[in-house]
């Protein structure tokens, strides 16, 4: 496979990237949205720029002086006098001009970097899922490294080598158009080389980038299941996926690198070829008389001025097309739709309905094929079947975390979906075996539901699941920081967490996914006590695997298949001895 062609597969299989035209309207809109900075910023340099010209003439003055012969030295003082205040008129602007585009700069990043954080924490939790957190993890960290390196050093850079160019460039051929011919030697030698590199290097950068996604997903992969790869001693696994990603990146590396390699000795030719033009050219011209040596002096140096300027806005233009692959990516996450919009319309009620609802993880491999259940409320419904059977994925969806592809899921009338995120986890929660503890203080991960929460409603919350004692005992009490490198919390600590969150929100329906499972017995059952006094009044669905669940529950419902099977009481489904009382009796014999 060709390297491109393997950039577009992997571009297919993340998050989605923006075009170059909607890049290039961002951009406009930035810079529009800072015109007046901007323009500050670009008088600053033009006149830092301006300035910079003076030394080169004061030198050619003082050549031409020397040269005639008859140059009085106080003639030369009064030029090198000249010499010294243009050099510190130089410093000063330019030290102005660079401050004010450095604080442009942080300003545009500070605003680009909002933006992402905005719509990355607004994505769907299916599509992180789908895409792999390696992807995200990329945009947040080399994508943004990216671009902040272009903004902060890149616009003042492009800045001021643009208007020194430009200034330069017109005052050598105010000099003399003659000796300034040889100028034209650099867009001849640049153009056909520097379109080239420009065609290929965005989709190479881009499968650059696509293959750093991957080595982050891997290395996140690791860390986060370091436990489990000590366990089932998956290191040589887990080195074997590294190394070929890290293959797949540097194949990738390797090909941008070949094409600066082809691109930068064109540019070292059209650096250094009307240096030397005119340096021949303009000598030739003074040794003709056609110009004066202060002339050729002064545009032999304004061509060397030059050079500087362009070879860093050459280096930039790399960077920047680096960077603009990196900003197809950031403003990519923004073009992933949403998976609801919010109606306004409020539930009626707490009753949750599921209506012929189909689901589908793939496109055209349907999981769910037209689930109904009327949920009654305070209920207890257990919901049993064999593995891959379609419960968690009916549980999320019951719980709001995805929408049906097809049927409906109400609260109280509404679909889930069209209900803010914030609404609907006032109205139902999916309690999993997943708890994790944010960095910062215990109030803080207590009051994630309910900000406005006192102190005293976070201790009686605590108080519910039966995990006062411990967090009244921990150094700080509520304003103990937790989380990674904070006060170690146990598995059955973190879960009451959750669990004290969960009363917080006060949602009236619970799905459990077999939110106990993982915990060994004795806290499994210390845990069942809290979860109890969380389920207390609360309509629950509780995705079973143990079937003393389904036996305790008001109603069970058998999945078979992505469809409901059986639906009763326990008696009632015993009684009917279909597939739920042949699993009941084979659960019971080896019992
Ligand atoms: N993220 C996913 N992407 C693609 N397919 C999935 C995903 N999650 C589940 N599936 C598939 O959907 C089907 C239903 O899975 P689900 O996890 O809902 O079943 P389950 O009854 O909960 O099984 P178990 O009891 O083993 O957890 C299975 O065929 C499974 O392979």
Same mark, same amino acid.
């Given at each position: 496979?060709?390297?491109?062609?393997?950039?577009?597969?992997?571009?297919?299989?993340?998050?989605?990237?923006?075009?170059?035209?909607?890049?290039?309207?961002?951009? =406009?809109? !930035?810079? %529009?949205?800072?015109? %007046?900075?901007? /323009?500050?910023?670009?008088?600053?340099?033009?006149?830092?720029?301006?300035?910079?010209?003076?030394?080169?003439?004061?030198?050619?003055?003082?050549?031409?002086?020397?040269?005639? =012969?008859?140059?009085?030295?106080?003639?030369?003082?009064?030029?090198?006098?000249?010499?010294?205040?243009?050099? !510190?008129? &130089?410093?000063?602007?330019?030290?102005?001009?660079?401050?004010?585009?450095?604080?442009?700069?942080?300003?545009?990043?500070?605003? /680009?970097? +909002?933006?992402?954080?905005?719509?990355?924490?607004?994505?769907?939790?299916?599509?992180?899922?789908?895409?792999?957190?390696?992807?995200?993890?990329?945009?947040?960290?080399?994508?943004?490294?990216?671009?902040?390196?272009?903004?902060?050093?890149?616009?003042?850079?492009?800045?001021?080598?643009?208007?020194?160019?430009?200034?330069?460039?017109?005052?050598?051929?105010?000099?003399?158009?003659?000796?300034?011919?040889?100028?034209?030697?650099?867009?001849?030698?640049?153009?056909?080389?520097?379109?080239?590199?420009?065609?290929?290097?965005?989709?190479?950068?881009?499968? &650059?980038?696509?293959?750093?996604?991957?080595?982050? =997903?891997?290395?996140?992969?690791?860390?986060?299941?370091?436990?489990?790869?000590?366990?089932?001693?998956?290191?040589? &696994?887990?080195?074997?996926?590294?190394?070929?990603?890290?293959? +797949?990146?540097?194949?990738?590396? $390797?090909?941008?690198? =070949?094409?600066?390699?082809?691109?930068?000795?064109?540019?070292?030719?059209?650096?250094?070829?009307?240096?030397?033009?005119?340096?021949?050219?303009?000598?030739?011209?003074?040794?003709?008389?056609?110009?004066?040596?202060?002339?050729?002096?002064?545009?032999?140096?304004?061509?060397?001025?030059?050079?500087?300027?362009?070879?860093?806005?050459?280096?930039?233009?790399?960077?920047?097309?680096?960077?603009?692959?990196?900003?197809?990516?950031? /403003?990519?996450?923004?073009?992933?739709?949403?998976?609801?919009?919010?109606?306004?319309?409020?539930?009626?009620?707490?009753?949750?309905?599921?209506?012929?609802?189909?689901?589908?993880?793939?496109?055209? $491999?349907?999981?769910?094929?037209?689930?109904?259940?009327? !949920?009654?409320?305070?209920?207890?419904?257990?919901?049993?079947?064999?593995?891959?059977?379609?419960?968690?994925?009916?549980?999320?969806?019951?719980?709001?975390?995805?929408?049906?592809?097809?049927?409906?899921?109400?609260?109280?009338?509404?679909?889930?979906?069209?209900?803010?995120?914030? &609404?609907?986890?006032?109205?139902?929660?999916?309690?999993?075996?997943?708890?994790?503890?944010?960095?910062?203080?215990?109030?803080?991960?207590?009051?994630?539901?309910?900000?406005?929460?006192?102190?005293?409603? /976070?201790?009686?919350?605590?108080?519910?699941?039966?995990?006062?004692?411990?967090?009244?005992?921990?150094?700080?009490?509520?304003?103990?920081?937790?989380?990674?490198?904070?006060?170690?919390?146990?598995?059955?600590?973190?879960?009451?967490?959750?669990?004290?969150?969960?009363?917080?929100?006060?949602?009236?329906?619970?799905?459990?996914?077999?939110?106990?499972?993982?915990?060994?017995?004795?806290?499994?059952?210390? !845990? +069942?006590?809290?979860?109890?006094?969380?389920?207390?009044?609360?309509?629950?669905?509780?995705?079973?695997?143990?079937?003393?669940?389904?036996?305790?529950?008001?109603?069970?419902?058998?999945?078979?298949?992505?469809?409901?099977?059986?639906?009763?009481?326990?008696?009632?489904?015993?009684?009917?001895?279909?597939?739920?009382?042949?699993?009941?009796?084979?659960?019971?014999?080896?019992?």
């Amino acid at each position: 496979m060709s390297p491109l062609s393997l950039r577009t597969d992997h571009a297919r299989r993340t998050l989605p990237i923006a075009s170059g035209r909607v890049v290039r309207e961002h951009v =406009g809109v !930035l810079l %529009r949205e800072h015109r %007046r900075p901007l /323009l500050a910023v670009l008088l600053w340099h033009l006149l830092a720029a301006v300035v910079g010209l003076a030394g080169p003439w004061v030198i050619g003055q003082v050549v031409g002086t020397v040269t005639t =012969g008859r140059a009085a030295i106080t003639d030369v003082r009064v030029l090198v006098g000249l010499l010294a205040a243009a050099v !510190l008129a &130089e410093t000063a602007v330019t030290w102005v001009a660079r401050r004010s585009s450095f604080v442009l700069s942080e300003q545009v990043f500070a605003q /680009l970097r +909002e933006g992402f954080v905005a719509s990355a924490v607004r994505l769907p939790l299916s599509t992180v899922e789908r895409a792999g957190t390696g992807d995200l993890l990329a945009r947040t960290t080399n994508d943004i490294d990216a671009i902040s390196y272009v903004i902060r050093f890149g616009i003042p850079t492009v800045v001021v080598s643009c208007t020194t160019v430009l200034v330069t460039g017109v005052a050598t051929v105010l000099a003399s158009p003659l000796a300034a011919l040889p100028l034209l030697l650099t867009p001849l030698v640049w153009f056909l080389p520097t379109r080239r590199y420009l065609r290929l290097a965005g989709p190479g950068y881009l499968w &650059e980038h696509a293959t750093y996604a991957r080595l982050n =997903g891997v290395a996140a992969e690791t860390v986060e299941g370091a436990a489990t790869v000590d366990a089932l001693g998956l290191s040589a &696994e887990r080195e074997a996926r590294f190394a070929e990603a890290i293959r +797949e990146s540097h194949d990738a590396e $390797r090909y941008t690198v =070949g094409l600066r390699l082809r691109w930068f000795p064109w540019l070292e030719v059209g650096f250094f070829a009307p240096v030397a033009g005119t340096l021949l050219w303009g000598g030739w011209l003074a040794w003709e008389g056609t110009i004066g040596v202060a002339t050729a002096t002064a545009v032999v140096l304004y061509v060397q001025r030059l050079l500087d300027p362009l070879g860093e806005l050459m280096s930039m233009l790399d960077e920047i097309q680096f960077a603009a692959t990196s900003m197809s990516r950031i /403003l990519g996450v923004a073009e992933v739709p949403p998976d609801r919009v919010a109606t306004g319309a409020a539930p009626s009620d707490d009753r949750l309905a599921v209506d012929h609802v189909r689901y589908a993880y793939r496109e055209g $491999r349907d999981v769910l094929h037209g689930v109904s259940l009327d !949920l009654r409320p305070g209920e207890r419904l257990a919901v049993v079947g064999p593995s891959g059977a379609g419960k968690s994925t009916l549980g999320r969806l019951m719980a709001g975390v995805d929408g049906p592809r097809t049927g409906r899921i109400t609260v109280g009338g509404v679909p889930l979906v069209d209900l803010e995120l914030d &609404e609907l986890r006032g109205q139902v929660a999916l309690v999993t075996q997943e708890h994790h503890v944010f960095v910062g203080t215990l109030a803080d991960n207590l009051r994630l539901p309910r900000p406005a929460a006192t102190d005293d409603e /976070l201790l009686a919350a605590l108080d519910a699941v039966d995990a006062l004692d411990w967090a009244r005992a921990l150094p700080e009490g509520l304003a103990t920081t937790v989380g990674s490198g904070g006060h170690p919390l146990t598995e059955a600590q973190a879960q009451q967490l959750a669990l004290a969150r969960l009363v917080l929100a006060d949602p009236h329906t619970l799905v459990l996914d077999e939110a106990t499972s993982l915990l060994d017995p004795r806290a499994a059952r210390h !845990l +069942e006590r809290s979860l109890g006094a969380v389920l207390t009044g609360r309509t629950v669905v509780a995705i079973a695997h143990r079937l003393h669940t389904a036996h305790d529950a008001d109603r069970v419902a058998v999945v078979d298949g992505g469809r409901v099977a059986e639906l009763g009481s326990h008696d009632e489904l015993l009684a009917a001895d279909g597939s739920y009382a042949a699993l009941w009796r084979s659960w019971r014999d080896e019992g």
